[in-house]
Nanobody, 122 residues
Framework: QVQLVESGGGLVQPGGSLRLSCAAS????????MGWFRQVPGKDREFVAAISGSGGTTLYADSVKGRFTISRDNAKNTVYLQMSSLKPEDTAVYYC???????????????WGQGTQVTVSS
């Protein structure tokens, strides 16, 4: 059974930083891409970042490019989202997800974490 356990969310001041972690289990971690998404009430879930199974390719939404960094440690079966220069509009529930297809960095996602709240406020 695939399981994703997130941590690292919380309250942070504008301009501050947070690192989200997503620990995965139940599959061969390095064979599938991973993604981060976010969602606020009343809006659709929004793509944030994606990383290939090997970690060699990363993709970012324009809204976070230059501020967020996605990475993975395949030895620890963990994907990270380092968030810097945070803005109030980054406030959302953040979800990690496992890619459904092999060899695809950004694509359909098969499993989702429980989500963790990130609040950027003074």
């Amino acid at each position: 059974q695939v399981q994703l356990v997130e941590s690292g969310g919380g309250l942070v001041q504008p301009g501050g930083s947070l690192r989200l972690s997503c620990a995965a289990s139940g599959y061969t971690f390095n064979t599938r891409g991973m993604g981060w998404f976010r969602q606020v009430p009343g809006k659709d879930r929004e793509f944030v970042a994606a990383i290939s199974g090997s970690g060699g390719t990363t993709l970012y939404a324009d809204s976070v490019k230059g501020r967020f960094t996605i990475s993975r440690d395949n030895a620890k079966n963990t994907v990270y989202l380092q968030m810097s220069s945070l803005k109030p509009e980054d406030t959302a529930v953040y979800y990690c997800a496992v890619g459904k297809l092999y060899g695809v960095t950004l694509g359909p996602y098969d499993y989702w974490g429980q989500g963790t709240q990130v609040t950027v406020s003074s």
